[in-house]
T-cell receptor, first 114, second 117 residues
Framework: KNQVEQSPQSLIILEGKNCTLQCNYTVSPFSNLRWYKQDTGRGPVSLTIMTFSENTKSNGRYTATLDADTKQSSLHITASQLSDSASYICVVSDRGSTLGRLYFGRGTQLTVWP | EADIYQTPRYLVIGTGKKITLECSQTMGHDKMYWYQQDPGMELHLIHYSYGVNSTEKGDLSSESTVSRIRTEHFPLTLESARPSHTSQYLC????????????????FGPGTRLTVL
């Protein structure tokens, strides 16, 4: 069964601190992995996308890493801000069809306190 | 900010009512999707479309139906709403700038929070 597991389920940090979110997957054959940010009551917004050959991708203070051998990814947030409070969703795509089926994790709920 | 819109944002209705959730995008994307998301849970694909006059069922069985008469419009209809339909419904669209379907990025609307009493 293809699955995407994220940890921790929730995380509270102080403003200005760094944090790392984890994503483990069993999707095969692997095509790419995306990290999305979902603010409360809003739709997800793409942060990064990585294919099999990429092991790191940055978007401002967000840096995603991918280890396709161990099927693990992480999202590192540097110098957190209050606006980083959101759910961060890991999404893995397979190559089983032209649609590229997406497998969604349940997300990590990040809360940044002042 | 993606140009994809959903209305209404919130809807509270009684059991048995027929409802239509609207979704429109101005990006000219061929592919559109409907997802269902419960609090703290993953998104589940319920419908998708490759383009005009194309509709397919997704991974999660749903009693809803969709239509795609125009590229920019992808409405979802529930003929008879039930409390089990209470959820958040997210619409998304995507294109293939690289020509490779599996690498496209989906742009999501703000969602419709549906409550059926």
């Amino acid at each position: 069964k293809n699955q995407v597991e994220q940890s921790p389920q929730s995380l509270i940090i102080l403003e200005g601190k760094n944090c790392t979110l984890q994503c483990n997957y069993t999707v095969s054959p692997f095509s790419n992995l995306r990290w999305y940010k979902q603010d409360t009551g809003r739709g997800p917004v793409s942060l990064t996308i990585m294919t099999f050959s990429e092991n790191t991708k940055s978007n401002g203070r967000y840096t995603a890493t991918l280890d396709a051998d161990t099927k693990q990814s992480s999202l590192h947030i540097t110098a957190s801000q209050l606006s980083d409070s959101a759910s961060y969703i890991c999404v893995v795509s397979d190559r089983g069809s032209t649609l590229g089926r997406l497998y969604f994790g349940r997300g990590t709920q990040l809360t940044v306190w002042p | 900010e993606a140009d994809i819109y959903q209305t209404p944002r919130y809807l509270v209705i009684g059991t048995g009512k027929k409802i239509t959730l609207e979704c429109s995008q101005t990006m000219g994307h061929d592919k559109m999707y409907w997802y269902q998301q419960d609090p703290g849970m993953e998104l589940h694909l319920i419908h998708y479309s490759y383009g005009v006059n194309s509709t397919e069922k997704g991974d999660l069985s749903s009693e809803s139906t969709v239509s795609r008469i125009r590229t920019e419009h992808f409405p979802l209809t529930l003929e008879s709403a039930r409390p089990s339909h209470t959820s958040q419904y997210l619409c998304a669209s995507s294109d293939h700038p690289s020509g490779i379907p599996s690498t496209d990025t989906q742009y999501f609307g703000p969602g419709t929070r549906l409550t059926v009493l």
